[in-house]
Nanobody, 119 residues
Framework: QVQLVESGGGLVQPGGSLRLSCAAS????????MGWYRQAPGKQREVVAA???????SYADSVKGRFTISRDNANNTVYLQMNRLKPEDTAVYYC?????????????WGQGTQVTVSS
């Protein structure tokens, strides 16, 4: 099967930056799309950013202009560059991928990485 592993989370001051990474491993035939979601305490999980196999990107209004999603196809890795972080960005960030592994596409999730924005 396919496994997604996030890294790069941590504690940062407001206005600071972090870069999250998500590496996909396993028997991957192709990746249709990958994205980042986040879930803050007491709130529903929401999409933050996504990128398709064709390179089309989309962002939540709350992060547009501050976050950038990118990919490294050779390493099956997606990144989320987060700039000008705000306390309201504090959440567990999850990597998501729609990935074909042998027989069919599947919807895969990483374990999450904590991002805390606090002074």
């Amino acid at each position: 099967q396919v496994q997604l592993v996030e890294s790069g989370g941590g504690l940062v001051q407001p206005g600071g930056s972090l870069r999250l990474s998500c590496a996909a491993s396993g028997t991957i035939s192709s990746i249709y799309a990958m994205g980042w979601y986040r879930q803050a305490p007491g709130k529903q999980r929401e999409v933050v950013a996504a990128i398709t196999s064709g390179g089309t990107t989309s962002y939540a209004d709350s992060v547009k202009g501050r976050f950038t999603i990118s990919r490294d196809n050779a390493n099956n890795t997606v990144y989320l560059q987060m700039n000008r972080l705000k306390p309201e960005d504090t959440a567990v960030y999850y990597c998501n991928g729609i990935i074909r592994a042998h027989s069919a596409y599947g919807d895969y999730w990483g374990q999450g990485t904590q991002v805390t924005v606090s002074s």
